[in-house]
């Protein structure tokens, strides 16, 4: 029998939804990157953002960091950046006196969270010392170490980082994640978002949910969330040995701060123990873009198992709102197919395009609704690939 969580948590675990509610409420699709950022947080680890410009990543965090009550530090890097833009200016009156020291107040040593856009630009002399604040959680200030408040690091970055020097710092973020340009069936409710976000920007400001100081609390007594059944762990080896199988490189200090991240995906739910659902965040911890299909491989195959047998807890489907979308997509495509008017190549490939993405988004929704709409997709690519056009 499951061990319930305690009041406390379920407590925290409500505010930390109503979180994803709002974030959800602005991201358009963005479910799962939503829950891997409350994890982070939770977890006191850090996360890199991925993707073209363009794609919220910058916005997200932003957003983010309103709904905790924190002090936040965000800065875009260039290689042209110096230490004391990130860290403080060295205090001049202390220097004369043969002092050398950094006046840190408002700056990243005394931040809760950070956001670090274009991380990878910074020179080694910021990377020494970020690598030493992501580990340590300590800032070496003129022979005097103080202790960092940090609660998490969140960066991005629009490409991977290939040069071996970015490697000691791409490994400390535990997670990787990819924020992309949306399928084109969320066009509309895109734009509308967009309008309502930049509407919203001008007047309101959302209020603080979480406190800075209930997560170190969590954080402090994170050793009582760190307990996990025999048959978790069994699978979690058979995970890890299938994906160094493969090629993906995991070492053995991330195997073990993986566990911290299983345990507060358990607490962001306000459940007692991570069940085999937690296993979705391995699909986040590639080493380069081209293991993250090997990962979805092998991870989602353990996951959906267990969401057949508990399809209550699902997370991330579609839901109505998504089928909405894509039906309404559907009908403009099926009218531009079908409407007698001459599509040129360019026209119809892109519509093409257009159902392939919508019949893929709809294979991960289990409704009788769904599998409709898939027939229908069939349908319409059987009609147009008969077509004489294709003949």
Do not use: C
């Not at 970015?166 to 992309?180: Q, Y």
């Not at 920007?201 to 050793?223: G, M, N, S």
């Not at 995906?265 to 380069?288: E, Q, T």
């Amino acid at each position: 029998m499951t061990k319930p969580a305690p009041p406390t948590d379920v407590r925290l675990a409500t505010r930390l939804h109503e979180a994803a509610r709002v974030m959800d409420n602005h991201f358009l699709d963005k479910q799962e990157v939503v829950r891997l950022m409350l994890i982070t947080v939770v977890a006191g680890e850090h996360m890199l953002l991925i993707g073209p410009p363009g794609t919220a990543k910058s916005a997200m965090v932003r957003l983010f960091s309103q709904l905790i009550d924190s002090r936040y530090f965000e800065y875009l890097l260039t290689r042209f950046t110096e230490p004391n833009e990130l860290f403080g200016p060295v205090d001049i009156r202390a220097f004369r006196e043969g002092v050398y020291t950094r006046r840190t107040e408002s700056m990243l040593p005394e931040a809760e969270v950070v956001f670090l856009d274009e991380i990878f630009r910074s020179n080694s002399a910021i990377l020494n010392s970020l690598l030493t604040i992501l580990n340590e959680r300590t800032f070496n200030n003129g022979g005097k170490v103080m202790k960092v408040p940090l609660l998490s690091m969140f960066g991005a970055s629009n490409e991977v980082p290939n040069d071996d020097n970015l490697s000691a710092i791409f490994d400390r973020f535990l997670l990787r994640v990819v924020s992309d340009n949306l399928d084109s069936y969320h066009f509309h409710n895109l734009v509308a978002r967009g309008v309502a976000n930049e509407a919203r920007k001008l007047h309101t400001a959302e209020p603080a949910l979480i406190t800075a100081a209930e997560l170190r609390d969590v954080h402090q007594h994170f050793d009582q969330h760190l307990q996990f059944s025999e048959d978790f762990l069994s699978k979690y080896k058979g995970l890890i040995f299938q994906i160094r199988s493969e090629g993906v490189s995991v070492s053995d200090r991330r195997v073990v701060k993986l566990l911290k991240l299983f345990a507060a995906s358990a607490i962001v739910d306000g459940r007692a123990a991570p069940n085999d659902s937690d296993f979705f965040l391995l699909k986040h911890i590639w080493n380069n873009l081209d293991q993250t299909e090997i990962l979805e491989e092998i991870v989602n195959p353990v996951v959906d198992r267990y969401y057949r047998d508990h399809p209550a807890e699902r997370r991330f489907a579609s839901g109505q709102a998504g089928l909405d979308e894509m039906l309404a997509e559907l009908a403009m495509i099926r009218e531009l197919l079908t409407g007698g008017d001459a599509l040129s190549d360019i026209q119809l490939f892109s519509q093409l395009k257009n159902l392939n993405e919508i019949k893929a988004a709809l294979a991960s929704v289990d409704s009788e609704t769904a599998r409709r709409m898939v027939a229908e997709v069939d349908s319409l690519l059987e009609s147009v690939f008969s077509s004489s056009k294709f003949g």
